[in-house]
């Protein structure tokens, strides 16, 4: 059984930085795809990013891009979201996900943490 545990979140001023990390236990095979989702009050679950395990690829939703850094650690079995020049409107809860097919959509994620704050004051 795949387990995911997120930290990281919290307040932050509009411009500043922060670090959401999702530790993985358990075995997954290596072209399972990790995953951050974001979800605010009254929106649909939205993409963030996405990387392999084998890091030979990073996707990123739109509104981020540019931003935001998906990155791994495979020696931890950590992946981590470094978020810079945050806007409110990234305010969210914030999902580590991951699944074979957990690339930009959240039906193709097998596992999912449970969910950390995120909170862009203006």
């Known amino acids: 059984q795949v387990q995911l545990v997120e930290s990281g979140g919290g307040l932050v001023q509009a411009g500043g930085s922060l670090r959401l990390s999702c530790l993985v236990s358990g075995r997954t095979p290596s072209w399972y795809t990790m995953g951050w989702f974001r979800q605010a009050p009254g929106k649909d679950r939205e993409f963030v990013a996405s990387i392999p395990w084998s890091g030979d690829w990073t996707d990123y939703g739109d509104s981020v891009k540019g931003r935001f850094t998906i990155s791994r650690d495979n020696a931890k079995n950590t992946v981590y979201l470094q978020m810079n020049s945050l806007k409110p409107e990234d305010t969210a809860v914030y999902y580590c996900?991951?699944?074979?097919?957990?690339?930009?959509?959240?039906?193709?994620?097998?596992?999912w943490g449970q969910g950390t704050q995120v909170t862009v004051s203006s």
């Open positions: 996900a991951g699944g074979g097919r957990c690339r930009r959509f959240p039906a193709g994620c097998d596992y």
